[in-house]
């Protein structure tokens, strides 16, 4: 990043519009803003802040030009504007922050936005200007807002990370200036994800499919062999039933019993109506059931009714008078009396009044419907009801029909058993054999259909449950294999950040250690510049021993300009070193060693002076890199600053 | 000297591809909310990268 101008507009003691541009020479890549104390350079570093990071300012009071509010007339919008035009990456950007405000009655600003508006503006090497989407995340991107503070910075202030108890800053300006922020937030973040997918996978994964299948083989199984008894069971009845027509059959030829016979089939051929018309009714009686739910409403449709009865009494519906009525008097303007009246008059106002209470057509139709509708439900599930009753009193008919006829037909069978002809009475007593097999028959029949019927139900929950297992076994599988995946990115990342940092650190070290060997001047008294395992930035003097307790305030901040720098040059990040005030507190051996080398260490250097702090060696040294230079005019009579460039 | 960003990435070159894709993509989101201290919405978008990758990764198995 390297900054090609500023332009102001109304911010602080900078009236209307101002420009400030930046060299961005390889060469003379110095800007020197001279100003005495209190002209505005600090108002200026506030301005670059602002704009790219919006920090510093928490309302439009504190940064609107004085003047520019005096000049406005009461309720006259103003606007502070400030413009940052900057290089990276081969593209042209130009951020604007801007706040809008009115003029109150007292004279105050009152801020029409709660926040700053922050427009991103981007322009590729050769094409058109375009708007960034996420301005802050992109500006983010180009030079994080807490890596900025390394490289804009008020130079008085920055001998922190020379001193002793502040190895924690040290660490923390390593890992941000070199993302190793970004990989440690990362590698928190995927061991939180893998937690949370670890506890999501334990719910889940019981083997549930494995036994619901299982049970699912054995149910088809088991139906198989039940369809097959079914069968055999037919077919033996089948045989049974043969037997029995045979032995019916002889038994007619005999003479003696053929009467007895003939009855004998005729209670046959009648329990086996009964029996149709009892199956009959029964199946009636299942449809009755499934479908005559309506009836276990009535009550609820009986309380329904009564509500609607209720109010429609009290006349909240439908209302006394209709919508319609209404609008038809007005139309007509006639009175129901066959008075006339005119708009607006008495009556019209009452009419009007009315309509706006009335019950709309619509809704009272809807109330009608619906009042029908559940009358219709109830008189369904009343005979519905009778229906039942009707059935069940059939079934109880039929029931005892088949007995009585089942004891007149074993009456008539005993009958022909206690004949004297022995061929009679043995095929009598074949007969009731057949018939008891023929009876036991029947009830195993039954008992297979009702197994096969609970069989078929839990074959069909089985696939239902296995299907949903199915998908849950499927969920288990990507679960499974997320948890890997981010435990192993995070362990990777954990291993890598380590080491990365190590390597780093070192590459820190040897690079401070360089910088601080040319810009302090004592460089034969200090041997040399560590940077410890625990992020402790220590100076060893001659005699081998620490010499950072001995450091004078000029030395800690030239021991921590050279961190920073060498920071800098370690990450790589091509980003100007913007200094306010940075050699107040230097002896001009340090001025003149900073000024010497520092032009050659950093890509784009800014520097907000007083001419006190930059003379003689130091700005003779700084001269053949000094790409632009300004000078900041405080005028007194105005209280405003003007930004003026210098030959 | 490469830059930083290349250096960081070929730090991860030895890694299984799903890793490196991962660690990739999630590096990119948390620059993305490298700003805010309470980078809320930052889990929503690992948990859509996780899935993505653990996706393909499962369908690369199967193809396999």
Redesign the interface.
């Known amino acids: 990043m390297r900054i090609e101008r500023v332009d102001l507009f109304n911010f602080r003691q900078y009236f209307g519009n101002q420009r400030l541009k930046f060299s961005r020479h390889d060469e003379q890549n110095v800007t020197i803003i001279h100003g005495v104390n209190g002209a505005g350079k600090t108002s200026l570093f506030l301005a670059l802040n602002w704009c790219l990071y919006g920090e510093g300012v928490d309302n439009i009071g504190q940064i609107i030009s004085k003047e520019a509010v005096s000049r406005a007339q009461r309720a006259e919008i103003v606007e502070t504007k400030v413009d940052v035009t900057f290089h990276h990456g081969g593209k042209r950007y130009t951020a604007s922050r801007k706040l809008v405000g009115q003029k109150q009655q007292n004279g105050k600003i009152l801020e029409a936005k709660t926040t700053a508006e922050f427009v991103l503006m981007r322009t590729p090497p050769s094409g058109v200007m375009e708007r960034v989407d996420n301005p802050i995340g992109t500006m983010n991107t180009i030079l994080p807002a807490n890596v900025r503070t390394y490289f804009f910075f008020d130079g008085e202030k920055i001998d922190n990370f020379a001193r002793p108890e502040q190895a924690a800053e040290v660490e923390k300006a390593i890992y941000q200036v070199l993302d190793l922020e970004t990989l440690t937030r990362a590698m928190r973040h995927l061991e939180t994800a893998a937690q949370d997918l670890r506890g999501q996978l334990k719910q889940i994964s019981t083997g549930e499919l494995q036994k619901l299948v299982e049970e699912d083989e054995l149910s088809r199984t088991r139906d198989t062999q039940l369809h097959e008894r079914r069968d055999s069971l037919k077919r033996e009845h089948s045989e049974i039933q043969r037997h029995l027509d045979e032995i019916n059959k002889r038994l007619r030829d005999f003479e003696s019993v053929q009467e007895l016979q003939k009855l004998y089939d005729q209670y046959t051929q009648d329990i086996e109506f009964a029996q149709q018309g009892l199956e009959k009714t029964i199946r009636a009686i299942r449809d009755n059931v499934s479908t005559g739910y309506v009836r276990f409403a009535s009550q609820s449709i009986d309380a329904a009714l009564a509500i609607l009865e209720e109010k429609r009494q009290r006349g909240e519906i439908p209302s006394n008078i209709r919508e319609q009525f209404i609008q038809d008097l007005l139309a007509r303007q006639i009175c129901i009396c066959g008075r006339p009246f005119i708009e607006h008059d008495d009556s019209f106002n009452h009419l009007m009044h009315l309509l706006e209470t009335a019950t709309p057509t619509s809704l009272e139709d809807d109330i009608m419907d619906t009042s029908g509708r559940l009358r219709g439900l109830l008189d369904t599930g009343n005979k519905q009801h009778a229906e039942l009753n009707t059935r069940m009193a059939e079934q109880v008919d039929w029931q005892n029909r088949i007995t009585s006829l089942t004891a007149q037909r074993d009456d008539v069978h005993r009958q022909m058993k206690g004949t004297n002809e022995d061929e009679i009475r043995g095929l009598t007593r074949q007969r009731e054999e057949f018939a008891d097999d023929l009876s036991a028959n029947l009830v195993e029949q039954g008992r297979v259909e009702a197994d096969l019927e609970s069989l078929r139900t839990r074959i069909k929950e089985l696939e239902r449950q296995i299907e949903q297992a199915k998908k849950s076994d499927k969920r288990a599988r990507l679960l499974s294999r997320k948890v890997e995946l981010a435990q192993k990115a995070a362990d990777k990342i954990d291993d890598v950040r380590g080491t990365f940092a190590i390597k780093k650190r070192m590459e820190i070290e040897q690079e401070t250690r360089r910088i601080f060997h040319l810009l302090a001047w004592k460089g034969e008294h200090f041997q040399d510049v560590r940077l410890t395992d625990d992020y402790q930035l220590e100076v060893i003097d001659r005699y081998g021993l620490p010499a950072r307790p001995e450091l004078s305030a000029g030395e800690r901040q030239v021991l921590s300009l050279s961190f920073i720098t060498a920071m800098a040059m370690v990450a790589q990040r091509e980003a100007p070193l913007i200094m306010d005030t940075p050699f107040g507190r230097l002896s001009s051996a340090h001025r003149e060693a900073i000024t010497f080398n520092l032009p050659i260490l950093a890509p784009q250097l800014v520097l907000f002076v007083t001419d006190e702090e930059l003379r003689d060696k130091a700005l003779e040294n700084l001269k053949p890199r000094i790409g632009t230079e300004y000078r900041l005019r405080f005028d007194a009579g105005t209280s405003c600053t003007t930004i003026e460039e210098m030959n | 000297?490469a830059?930083?960003?290349t250096?960081?990435a070929s730090?991860?070159d030895s890694?299984?591809p799903?890793?490196f894709d991962?660690?990739t993509r999630?590096?990119e989101?948390?620059?993305?909310?490298?700003?805010l201290k309470t980078?809320h919405g930052?889990?929503e978008k690992?948990?859509e990268a996780?899935?993505m990758?653990?996706?393909a990764?499962?369908k690369n198995e199967a193809r396999s």
Not at chain 2, 29 to 35: D, G, N, R, S, V
């Open positions: 000297m830059s930083l960003q250096q960081i730090l991860f890694s299984e799903e890793v991962l660690v999630v590096l989101i948390e620059k993305e909310f490298l700003h980078p930052v889990m690992i948990e996780l899935n990758v653990a996706q990764s499962i």
